[in-house]
């Protein structure tokens, strides 16, 4: 079993930056993909970002790229996203995930465990 907990969401002006955390649980953390994902009110969950296990490579939306940045510590069972730019359109709550078997991938369900999700509001 794994359980994500989330932390760091809040609220920031248009511009600003937030740091977003996800600490994991289960001794095979470092053979997990994790990734995070965003859901706005009336829209579908979508993909932000994901990093495979030994996070040499990583993949983002096209609409964050060049503003997040996913990273991982296997040390720690901690992945984060870091946020800078932030737009009113990243409004959303933000939540970690972990893929256990498919492991590059960017829908939702082939993640297999989820956090609780963490609010981010952006003001214009």
């Known amino acids: 079993q794994v359980q994500l907990v989330e932390s760091g969401g809040g609220l920031v002006q248009a511009g600003g930056s937030l740091r977003l955390s996800c600490a994991a649980s289960g001794r095979t953390f470092s053979s997990y993909t994790m990734a995070w994902f965003r859901h706005a009110p009336g829209k579908e969950r979508e993909f932000v970002a994901f990093i495979p296990w030994g996070g040499d490579f990583t993949r983002y939306a096209d609409s964050v790229k060049g503003r997040f940045t996913i990273s991982r510590d296997n040390a720690k069972n901690t992945v984060n996203l870091q946020l800078n730019s932030l737009k009113p359109e990243d409004t959303a709550v933000y939540y970690c995930?972990?893929?256990?078997?498919?492991?590059?991938?960017?829908?939702?369900?082939?993640?297999?465990?989820w956090g609780q999700g963490t609010q981010v509001t952006v003001s214009s």
């Open positions: 995930a972990a893929a256990t078997k498919i492991l590059l991938s960017t829908f939702p369900r082939n993640y297999d465990y």
